[in-house]
């Protein structure tokens, strides 16, 4: 059990700036001051938490939090999150070094996995597939496809290991991901969409790419033929080395919001517009890979507008409020969808820690601190 430790418990301040908010809605927020608000460590590096970069609930498991962690290719997994029952434990995927290598970013989605009651999530990784620097770079990389059935993630499917070995003539474990397309190096930020289909930020080529996994080739496999690959050229986006660019999608419109990071911006997509352009070169042979052409894609939110806004990266959708967490200067910023500010809280953390956020309720804020290898939880 990991004991919760309580950083900050102050009262609330009768005063609250009002220069640059419209609304000061967000009761986690207090006064827009850390000293104002309860802030929780809820992990830390005891858990294996090593640069968390993002974090999801479990819709499935109550108080099941899932973390990735950028330096060792891994998953930090907390179970009843938050309470006196709290545990955790750390998993690494057998042949993490590929299919989770220095990975930026976690979605669940809504598919679950073929002989389990459990739901599969996507994962993006910030990588030119070099395996943990045993090899030159490729760009064989991309977004991966898991169960998360706790029985069968981060292990080895004895059945798969034996059909590749014979297949390659030497040992082949490829661990316990379910799918793997790989058209995105350098993959920012990840959301899901429908069946098994994933919105990715490629930084590769400062784009956003839809990816259909279609049906997923079973644990441990390695046959990712029936992908479908959408490359939205209107959809620009820009990479910032290091700092994650998360993404969510709101089922109730089809808008994508993306922390464009690198132009200091949100962007929405309108993913119900557009059409199919041309074919491009696919690097898997049967995979569907083409343009997308005449999307409606915009600017919601400028940086240059903003005060407290210099490099979006983490981003959530609570009650039709969009929350950003800002890397460079410790901020947490809550939009409505019109792009109008509501309110702000500064965390006081240094410039590269805030990226990925999680939010329960307008009173319950869930962010990771890379920096300090935490989860932090804010509460009034």
Known sequence: MRALSILVLLAACDNKDTDTKVDNSIAAFGNGSVSSV??????????????????????????????VNRADDSTTIFHAAGTSDQDSEHIVDPYALHFMEEVSSIAFGGVTYAGSDARTFGTCQESRNTYNGFGSPNDFMGPSLWTADLDLYGKSNPEAVEYLTQLFGQYADLGSHLDMLHESPLCMGMAWDYDNVYWVFDGSEDIIVRYDFAEDHDLGYDDHSDGIISRYIDADVSRV??????????PNTGLLYTADTGNNRITVLDTTTGEEGDSLRAVERGTDHHEWVGADYSTLVSGSDVSGMD???????????????????????AFNLNGKLLDSLDLELDAGALMGIEVVGLDDIWVTDAINNEILRIQP
């Open 311 to 333: 490099l979006p990266s983490g981003i959530a959708l609570h009650d039709d409020i969009l929350f950003v967490s800002d890397n460079q200067n410790g901020m947490l910023l």
């Open 38 to 67: 309860t802030l929780s460590v809820i992990g830390t590096g005891d858990d294996g938490l090593d640069v968390p970069r993002d974090l999801e609930f479990n819709p499935d498991v109550e108080g099941e939090l899932w973390v």
């Open 241 to 250: 080395e290091d700092v994650p660019s998360h993404m969510v999608l709101d």
